[in-house]
């Protein structure tokens, strides 16, 4: 599997398979799963915490490092299916429909290059 060739819908019914493999849909409450996706993006976080924004991008360089990020962002990624799977949700569909709200909100014209708050325009 590779990002290339794999579709959200494999990746969500692999998610699926695993679950109902192991007889967990009954522990899979949106509750649960959520509570345990945000504790997986804080062991995510926790490979950052303490450390500048240059040398978080430097975890590239440390194959170990990087691996251990992976899994931590694998994790959040399964749950955020799981999630979507016990929700009805379809993910590609949500995500363009968000996409969509955010060109909405941040217009380029406005927000490229910077973050925060739309800046006031003067009047003319």
């Not at 009954?26 to 959520?34: A, M, R, T, V, Y």
Request: charged share 30%; hydrophobic share 35%.
């Amino acid at each position: 599997m590779n990002d290339l060739t794999t579709t959200v819908s494999e990746l969500a019914q692999l998610i699926a398979d695993f679950v109902d493999e192991r007889d967990w849909n009954q522990f899979h409450s949106p509750k649960n799963i959520s509570m345990s996706m945000a504790i997986e993006a804080a062991e995510l976080m926790e490979h950052f915490q303490w450390i500048s924004m240059e040398e978080s991008r430097e975890v590239t360089q440390d194959s170990e490092k990087l691996e251990a990020v992976g899994e931590e962002l694998a994790d959040v990624m399964c749950y955020a299916l799981a999630l979507a799977n016990q929700l009805g949700i379809d993910v590609s569909d949500t995500i363009e429909r968000k996409m969509q709200k955010n060109r909405l909100k941040y217009p380029v014209q406005d927000f490229q290059g910077r973050y925060g708050h739309k800046h006031q325009r003067e009047s003319t």
